[in-house]
Nanobody, 127 residues
Framework: QVQLVESGGGLVQAGGSLRLSCVAS????????MGWFRQAPGKEREFAAA????????YYADSVKGRFTISRDNAKNTVYLQMNSLKPEDTAVYYCAVMARAFYSSSPESTNEYGYWGQGTQVTVSS
């Protein structure tokens, strides 16, 4: 049974920073790419960032590129999302997910590529 537990969300002012963490268990974490998605009220879940199994390749949505950084520590079974220069439009529930197939995906922005999801952590950015 794969479990993903996110933490690090909270309330922050515009221009501030947060770092989200996601701890994985129940799978050989180091063999799978990981992603972060977000979902704002009344909107569909959208892709934010992805990273391959060893952390050598990353991919970002245009909306977060240059402000967010995804990274991973395979020794700790943890993936991170460092979020800087936050904007009110970044307000959402943030979810981490592990890819369904080993190593990486050719379409890391698609929710269909992910097999397991965390419960989410709320990020609220005030103006």
């Amino acid at each position: 049974q794969v479990q993903l537990v996110e933490s690090g969300g909270g309330l922050v002012q515009a221009g501030g920073s947060l770092r989200l963490s996601c701890v994985a268990s129940g799978r050989t974490f180091s063999r799978y790419g990981m992603g972060w998605f977000r979902q704002a009220p009344g909107k569909e879940r959208e892709f934010a960032a992805a990273i391959n199994w060893i952390g050598s390749s990353t991919y970002y949505a245009d909306s977060v590129k240059g402000r967010f950084t995804i990274s991973r520590d395979n020794a700790k079974n943890t993936v991170y999302l460092q979020m800087n220069s936050l904007k009110p439009e970044d307000t959402a529930v943030y979810y981490c997910a592990v890819m369904a197939r080993a190593f990486y995906s050719s379409s890391p922005e698609s929710t269909n590529e992910y097999g397991y999801w965390g419960q989410g952590t709320q990020v609220t950015v005030s103006s």
